[in-house]
């Protein structure tokens, strides 16, 4: 395949997967919306359900406008193929029924996005799965709650919002001696910044919703495998289980993945200039980017990431009262949640994004009361820091 020689990511978001229409050259992929596919006689029906002929049958099991973007994502993280899915969520729980089974247990990063959580303690537990959250960005307490039934590690890095990191290489190691399937969250990152299949792991997911679309105006999901029989085992329960994407909107992710590359140059340089800019002020009692030598797993930022990404975590003087009064004097950065579009967000995750964990687990996981974060966008990084710079003023 053509694609595989491409070394580039800057190449591989613009070409992986996306060839001119065969029927009018059109350069942009069609969106194929049908809903089903027409067989030219009953044998070939027969043939492509019984996967002699890889033709198209029906949008659930498979479309063209949708492979396309799912070719284009697994080149960018290396995977052997792609699953796209209707969100991010439809994503982890695809990967979740695939695997778990009543009695098993998976372990978990304290810190991943709340609903993540939420899904396996609470809803995932009614189907008899059982589920440590803990740091795991110390090996030990992986394995100290490691358990004959353990089947999974669930990892986000960096963790969505404390931006703590988890050593990909040590946890692949770990799984594999333990016979556990290792799974990386790479949402905060995108393939850009970091290919977690390349450090060991077994299975990519992302939040399509984020950085790989771009532009804050589609919902989607993806996963990406690394071997072929894990390919089999995932596209069988998504195309059984229905979380599968529309046609539409993979035409418009495939849209905003285009410049996926520049847009990570650009909101990654914004972020060092803002995380520095909140490191020094005096209004600020702490901060938390991969990119600051500050931050405790610098040195593992720099090994296993491509950059730094466009996250940011702090923590302002005053706590709570002084974060909300930042939240609400932004002018140019807009208060929401969601990360990763051109725009530069801003939430508090404990009374937002990450409500849903109970505060003394959410505590645990330094998911503080006192933590904002910011998802730098590509404005100008004066504009964005002049706009940062009068918000903090507000506090008194
Ligand atoms: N994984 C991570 C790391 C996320 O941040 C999110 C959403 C998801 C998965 C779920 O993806 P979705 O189903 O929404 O496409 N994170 C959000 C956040 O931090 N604020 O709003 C959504």
Known sequence: MKEKTFRSPYTKVIHAGQHPDPLFGGVSVPIFQSSTFAFQSAEQGAARFAGQDDGYIYTRIGNPTTKALEDCVAALEGGCGGLATASGMAAITTVCLSYLNQGDHIIGTAAVYGPTRTVLEKEFSRFGIEADFVDTSGLSNITACLKRSTKMLFIETPANPTLILTDIRACSRLCKEKGLLLVVDNTFSSPVVQRPLELG??????????????????????????????????????????????????????????????????????????????????????????????????????????????????????????????????????RAVSLGGVETLIEHPASMTHAGVPKPEREKAGITDDLVRISVGCEGEEDLIADLDQALAQIP
């Open 201 to 334: 792991a077994d299975i990519v997911i992302h939040s399509l919703t984020k950085f790989l679309n771009g532009h804050s105006d589609v919902v989607g999901g993806m996963i990406i495998p690394k071997e072929k029989s894990d390919f089999d085992r995932l596209r069988k329960i998504l195309t059984l289980m229905g979380g599968t994407m529309d046609p539409h909107q993979a035409w418009l992710v495939l849209r905003g993945v285009k410049t996926l590359a520049l847009r990570m140059d650009k909101c990654q340089k914004n972020a060092l200039e803002v995380a520095s800019f909140l490191s020094t002020h005096p209004k600020v009692i702490w901060v938390n980017y991969p990119g600051l030598e500050s931050h405790p797993q610098y040195a593992l930022a720099k090994e296993q990431m491509d950059g730094f990404g466009s996250m940011i975590c702090f923590g302002p003087k005053g706590g709570l009262e002084s974060g909300r009064r930042v939240i609400n004097s932004v002018k140019l950065c807009t």
